[in-house]
């Protein structure tokens, strides 16, 4: 071909003649393709100069210009803008890029990836959105990748998102991904994106609406505090004490200092106002966690001025521990064992292998789903003679403990191992100390929402009421205490400071109180049993199911009882009891109470007794559960 048949300048051929080298290495190309090639150099000598074009410009440039500006791209004499960039589609880019000098690159990013776990759609997907155009448009190499990268790449897409007005999720989650795999690669960037710190409010600013003096005294206070607890833990005692603050400049504008406080002109009137006060969104009460906490708030800074002396101090006592509401006191939501046992066999045929692992380790060691999230990669720990324990690290309350394992929860975290995703130590959120986490997935830590979801899904599945993670632990206390487990070592498996928290699970089945129902029960039924109208015996002249009487088949007989006398207390309790057991040798017994009691059902319908069928069907429902379970065993 004669040169004047592709006048370009001639500082340009060696780019025009590696063009052409490249798609012959690639196998493709098309008369277009060189047409394109030379029109592009004709305009632009230095290939840099088409990224100063209007973007507009840059996107119209036709289908027979695009190879050339590929290669320009891949090959680092064009840097085309992030803008052009995002809104390029780069569909064929990996192989285009393979046979270019950011294919090796590419290639590491892909092995990197996998090694974290990734299936190889989602690694391509990602080297395609991302790293491909970071490189591109950096000029730098893998390794040389770093934060400032990263944000001019997320400023281009927010700006795309604002020129379109639309999220483009896909790429955002991409680029987060992308920066787990270059953290572990080995890259200088962070292991999550900077977050960028909201303005830090002052106490004044908290305080707001409070008079001059009483807030200068609630500042000091705070600063105080700041000396023993947290930022945090502060911040919500002033957003508490700015009720009370705004509440007295409203009432009595002229006061101001807390030395001239009124029980009767002051408190009572807050008391009276946190009692009816409702929430400032949702114009619901407030609950009564909370009603308590700005009471206590408010006693605690008052107290506190007496104990330091401070001259505005009250001049005696003003909030009583009698002024806030006594908080409810729920037993913990435990699973019953039928529950808890199709729970546990939902996790162990999940497919979401290494979260629904971590689910099963939570109900074997009854840790709590922070601590859970926060176990190392060395927490288990083997003691000569006293077997394996989990080191559980500092939690909610700021302790350490260690939890005795049996040889089925060693194979469960074993399985964990193999699951979990290898890499580099990741930053802890609260110390700020490198970790090597036990539970890490694509290189990163797994989520408590990423829990939850799965919890609810495996509760689903296996026909559960909804669950918490927090019932997991529940039902971990409640097996132990049902087992006889003491109270010393509750306290130290659930790392309790405090006896009232353990003894909250021995109120589910105290065994003394049994004992005592028992016991009592007996002898009152001695007593007074002759007396009692339900024992006089019925007499019946028909078929006892079809009889005008309240009945109930029992495991060794039947109940008739005078529709006068009502439904008996104890009708079906052992069937419903978690203690109940059965097996395949009552399934006999169990059939024909079955067939009995849907005939009562039938009678008790017949005659409008609708809370007595209920309670029949009710019966049929767990009976077939009992029946099921013996059949399968």
Not at 132 to 140: A, K, P, T, Y
Not at 204 to 219: A, C, T, Y
Not at 308 to 320: D, Q, T
Not at 384 to 400: D, R, S
Request: proline share 6%; with cysteine; aromatic share 8%.
């Amino acid at each position: 071909m004669s040169a004047e048949a592709w006048p370009i300048p001639d500082d340009t051929t060696d780019l025009y003649d590696g063009f052409v080298d490249w798609l012959a290495q690639r196998g493709v190309g098309n008369p277009s393709f060189f047409t394109g090639a030379r029109s592009l150099l004709r305009r632009f000598p230095d290939p840099q100069g088409f990224a100063t074009l209007p973007l507009a410009s840059r996107l119209s440039e036709g289908g027979h210009v695009r190879p050339m500006l590929t290669f320009l791209m891949l090959h680092g004499y064009l840097h085309p803008g992030y803008d052009y960039l995002l809104e390029r589609r780069l569909t064929a880019v990996l192989k285009e890029g393979a046979v270019s000098p950011i294919g090796s690159d590419l290639a590491t990013f892909l092995g990197a990836a996998e090694q974290l776990g990734y299936s190889l759609r989602a690694r391509e997907t990602m080297a395609s959105q991302v790293p491909v155009r970071m490189l591109i448009e950096s000029g730098h190499r893998l390794v040389e990748l770093c934060d400032e990268d990263f944000e001019a790449f997320e400023a281009a897409l927010s700006e795309r998102e604002l020129r379109h007005g639309r999220d483009y999720k896909h790429y955002r989650i991409a680029l987060y991904a992308t920066r787990a795999v270059l953290y572990h690669f080995g890259a200088p960037v962070a292991q999550v994106p900077p977050r960028s710190v909201p303005e830090r409010w002052s106490w004044d600013r908290h305080l707001e609406g409070v008079n001059e003096g009483l807030r200068r005294s609630m500042v000091a206070y705070l600063e105080r505090l700041l000396a023993t607890l947290t930022r945090s833990r502060v911040t919500g005692t002033a957003c508490e004490l700015a009720h009370f603050g705004r509440f007295l400049t409203s009432i009595d504008p002229a006061l101001s200092s807390f030395a001239d406080l009124d029980r009767r002109r002051h408190v009572e009137p807050y008391l009276s106002a946190v009692a009816t006060a409702v929430h400032y969104r949702s114009g619901e009460p407030i609950a009564i966690s909370t009603r308590r906490s700005r009471i206590q708030v408010v006693g605690r800074m008052l107290d506190a001025m007496t104990e330091w002396g401070w001259e505005e101090a009250p001049r005696r006592r003003l909030v009583f521990e009698r002024d806030s509401p006594r908080l409810p006191r729920p037993l913990p939501r435990y699973l019953p064992p039928d529950s808890d046992r199709r729970l546990v066999d939902a996790l162990e045929t999940s497919p979401n292998r290494l979260r629904a692992d971590a689910l099963l380790l939570a109900r074997a060691t009854g840790i709590r789903i922070g601590e859970l999230l926060d176990l190392e990669f060395d927490a288990v720990h083997e003691v000569p003679g006293q077997g394996a324990w989990l080191k559980i690290p500092l939690g909610k309350l700021a302790t350490e403990r260690m939890v005795p394992l049996d040889d089925d929860t060693v194979a469960l975290i074993d399985r964990i191992v193999e699951y979990r995703s290898p890499g580099r130590p990741l930053r802890h959120p609260k110390t700020g100390r490198l970790v090597e986490f036990l539970f890490t997935h694509h290189g990163r830590r797994i989520s408590a929402g990423a829990l939850r979801f799965e919890l609810r899904r495996a509760a689903e599945d296996a026909g559960v009421e909804p669950v918490v993670p927090h019932q997991l632990r529940h039902t971990f206390a409640t097996a132990l205490v049902n087992a006889g487990c003491s109270l010393q070592s509750l306290m130290a498996m659930l790392g309790h400071v405090s006896a009232e928290m353990s003894l909250r699970y021995g109120r589910l089945f105290d065994a003394t109180v049994r004992a005592d129902y028992e016991k009592a029960l007996t002898l009152a039924k001695d007593r007074l049993g002759p007396v009692l109208p339900e024992r006089t015996p019925v007499a019946l002249n028909t078929d006892w199911r079809s009889a005008p009487l309240i009945k109930a088949r029992l495991g060794g007989g039947y109940c008739v009882r005078t529709l006068a006398q009502g439904s008996c207390a104890y009708t079906n309790i052992c069937e419903h009891c978690p203690n109940f057991r059965s097996d395949a040798t009552f399934l006999p017994t169990l059939l024909t109470q079955r067939v009995d009691t849907e005939a009562l059902v039938a009678d008790a319908e017949a005659r409008g007794w609708g809370e007595e069928a209920g309670r029949h069907r009710r019966l049929i429902e767990r009976l077939d559960r009992l029946i099921s379970d013996a059949q399968s065993a």
